[in-house]
Nanobody, 126 residues
Framework: VQLQASGGGLVHSGGSLRLSCAASGDTLDYYSVGWFRQAPGKEREGVSCISLKDSNTYYADSVKGRFTISRDNAKNTVYLQMNSLKPEDTAVYYC????????????????????WGQGTLVTVSS
């Protein structure tokens, strides 16, 4: 499966963005999909995941209550709605897929994901 992440941009603190992860070559129904981010000078970290079978959702504590992950199987796309953005959310955001059903806390382990998109930059100004 090939992934294309989009929707990043520059937004003021408190603003919103919606990231999209569009898939080609296979159907996202067959995958758990995660969003990760990497801020300048920091390691990549897990942000959110929507699981394969039951569409259970998982979030990092830092984004819980502000971000929402969802999938639209008809469009073969997974979304990350980001509200109340903060400067510390500034990062390159990546989506990734795994053929595994996801549970907490394994969902944020990068090794369980096998396909990665190219990343989209989110910049939140203060």
């Amino acid at each position: 499966v090939q992934l294309q992440a989009s929707g990043g941009g520059l937004v003021h603190s408190g603003g919103s963005l919606r990231l999209s992860c569009a898939a080609s070559g296979d159907t996202l129904d067959y995958y758990s999909v995660g969003w990760f981010r990497q801020a300048p000078g920091k390691e990549r970290e897990g942000v959110s995941c929507i699981s394969l079978k039951d569409s259970n959702t998982y979030y990092a504590d830092s984004v819980k209550g502000r971000f929402t992950i969802s999938r639209d199987n008809a469009k073969n796309t997974v979304y990350l709605q980001m509200n109340s953005l903060k400067p510390e959310d500034t990062a390159v955001y990546y989506c990734a897929t795994s053929a595994l059903e996801m549970y907490s806390p394994s969902w944020y382990r990068e090794v369980v994901y096998t396909s990665w998109g190219q990343g989209t930059l989110v910049t939140v100004s203060s």
